[in-house]
């Protein structure tokens, strides 16, 4: 009986915690060396917009912008001093932010994704956020502005 109580426990936590970490492909596809295209932002109205709108909600200088493309999915990449994350409330991991919309190019962010401390140099805070790309101007067709990096 015990062991039957036991082993119901133990599957019962197995299955939560993979229905719970859904951002957990994505972290490890965005970690891999695969597939991946990073467009910076060279300039744009978007650029300064966003990062006024991030310094200003967060209190600390956000000091870049990057697209990531992974497949047919667009990102940000935000980099900045760690306490505009974390008064932002991004505190590592995935979660989500609801309506913080840009009223020049509307796109929902929903997640977002801050590296470890030990892979940012100088001090700096890495946030991938994702944008729902139906709902963004800017993201329909890709964007000329952009440079590929290699």
Do not use: W
């Not at 505009?84 to 505190?91: D, E, I, P, T």
């Not at 979660?95 to 590296?115: H, S």
């Not at 401390?117 to 502005?145: C, F, M, Q, T, W």
């Amino acid at each position: 009986m015990k062991t039957t109580i036991f082993l119901f426990i133990l599957t019962f936590l197995v299955m939560l915690s993979c229905t719970m970490d859904e951002g957990q492909s994505l972290a490890d596809y965005a970690n891999s060396p695969y597939e991946i295209s990073l467009n910076k932002i060279e300039g744009s109205d978007l650029t300064t917009s966003f990062q006024t709108k991030l310094t200003t909600i967060s209190g600390s200088e956000v000091t870049n912008i990057s697209q990531l493309s992974l497949g047919n999915d667009y990102y940000l990449v935000i980099e900045g001093e760690a306490p505009a994350f974390y008064r932002l409330g991004l505190k590592g991991g995935f979660d989500v932010i609801q309506n913080f919309n840009d009223p020049e190019y509307p796109a929902t962010i929903a997640k977002y994704l801050i590296r470890p401390k030990d892979e940012i140099a100088n001090g700096l805070a890495l946030s991938v956020i994702v944008i729902h790309r139906e709902k963004s101007k800017l993201l329909r067709e890709p964007p000329k502005r952009f440079i590929m990096l290699e």
